[in-house]
């Protein structure tokens, strides 16, 4: 009997650490420990502290100048939030958006949820403005040695209108990690 329990427990030992090693990650990073661990990590990639916010890193990713923001729940970070440092007009962010859901469909580490592109006729601002319409794309991160999806390990990005300017849109990418996200625990 003891055999048995010892086996058991070692067993879901080791399920909750693969649980909780096979995170959603950005550029390589683990979205997961506290939020000064992850900011070291970012800087160690290039990544600096804003001039404008200390709670905001500056850098580039995916070719464009970024900003990144790093959110936590119970001191353990679930998001790691990317935009646009430069605003784009209608047309490039439609561009833009576009690009990044093939680079998504056309990259093996990750499965689809919602991706869509956007038409060229589309009216992105009158859309947005009088029907409300978001547009936004999901997709998850491959487990590890697997070809599986896991909800947990989420990436979604939507077009945001910036408020300070009339033709101004970014593009903001979230790298989830649902392990760590608050589920009502704190009610």
Not at 7 to 28: C, E, R, Y
Not at 36 to 45: H, N
Not at 114 to 124: A, F, L, S
Request: aromatic content about 10%.
């Amino acid at each position: 009997m003891k055999k048995l329990f010892a086996t058991t427990l070692l067993l879901v030992l080791s399920l909750t650490t693969q649980a909780q090693t096979d995170v959603t990650k950005f550029l390589g990073i683990p979205v997961d420990g506290t939020k000064s661990e992850i900011i070291r990590q970012l800087k160690a990639k290039g990544f600096r502290n804003s001039p404008y916010n200390n709670e905001i890193l500056e850098g580039e990713f995916n070719g464009s100048n970024v900003y990144v923001s790093v959110a936590t729940n119970n001191n353990k970070v679930w998001r790691i939030a990317v935009g646009d440092a430069i605003p784009s007009d209608e047309r490039n962010i439609q561009i833009k958006f576009n690009r990044l859901c093939e680079q998504f469909e056309n990259n093996p580490r990750y499965i689809s949820l919602q991706g869509c592109t956007i038409p060229d006729d589309e009216d992105i601002s009158y859309q947005m403005l009088v029907n409300n319409k978001r547009y936004e794309a999901a997709y998850c991160q491959k487990t590890e040695n697997a070809e599986t999806a896991d909800i947990n390990k989420l990436i979604w990005f939507m077009i945001s209108k910036n408020n300070h300017a009339y033709d101004a849109y970014q593009l903001i990418i979230f790298y989830d990690n649902g392990y760590n996200e608050a589920n009502g625990q704190d009610l």
